[in-house]
């Protein structure tokens, strides 16, 4: 099984999981890019459901790292945001928040017959 991993750009253009990631180590990078690949493999094992349609995919490295994201029809990722477990609290609010407007663009999108977000 083969799925697409795409990250979010927001309303203002802000993509928050490529800033996120542009500012990791080479070694958190590294591990990063391994679970991307893992994903679009179709390899799933780690997401857990944090509120919703809301998963968190945990890498288990150094302070625990994570990946915020949405799966649509099991084909589909949508990369919000990342962080430790240390800021997992203030990481969900921000996932939670662009998945919320995510999918508010999404149905407006729907409603108008054009594309996608």
């Given at each position: 099984m083969?799925i697409?991993?795409?990250?979010?750009?927001?309303e203002?253009?802000r993509n928050?999981?490529?800033?996120w990631?542009d500012?990791l180590?080479?070694?958190y990078?590294a591990?990063?890019?391994a679970?991307r690949?893992r994903?679009?493999?179709g390899?799933?094992?780690?997401?857990k459901?944090?509120?919703?349609?809301?998963k968190?995919?945990?890498?288990?490295?150094?302070?625990?790292i994570r990946i915020?994201?949405v799966l649509e029809?099991?084909?589909?990722?949508?990369?919000f945001c990342?962080?430790?477990?240390?800021?997992?609290?203030?990481d969900?609010?921000?996932?939670?928040?662009?998945?919320d407007?995510y999918?508010?663009r999404?149905?407006e999108?729907?409603?108008k017959?054009k594309g996608?977000p």
């Amino acid at each position: 099984m083969s799925i697409s991993v795409n990250e979010y750009v927001d309303e203002t253009g802000r993509n928050h999981f490529k800033d996120w990631f542009d500012g990791l180590s080479v070694e958190y990078a590294a591990k990063v890019a391994a679970a991307r690949s893992r994903m679009m493999a179709g390899n799933l094992a780690n997401l857990k459901t944090v509120d919703g349609s809301l998963k968190e995919f945990k890498i288990d490295w150094g302070p625990g790292i994570r990946i915020y994201l949405v799966l649509e029809r099991n084909t589909l990722v949508i990369l919000f945001c990342g962080g430790v477990k240390s800021g997992q609290n203030a990481d969900i609010t921000k996932a939670k928040r662009l998945r919320d407007e995510y999918a508010r663009r999404k149905a407006e999108i729907r409603k108008k017959g054009k594309g996608k977000p």
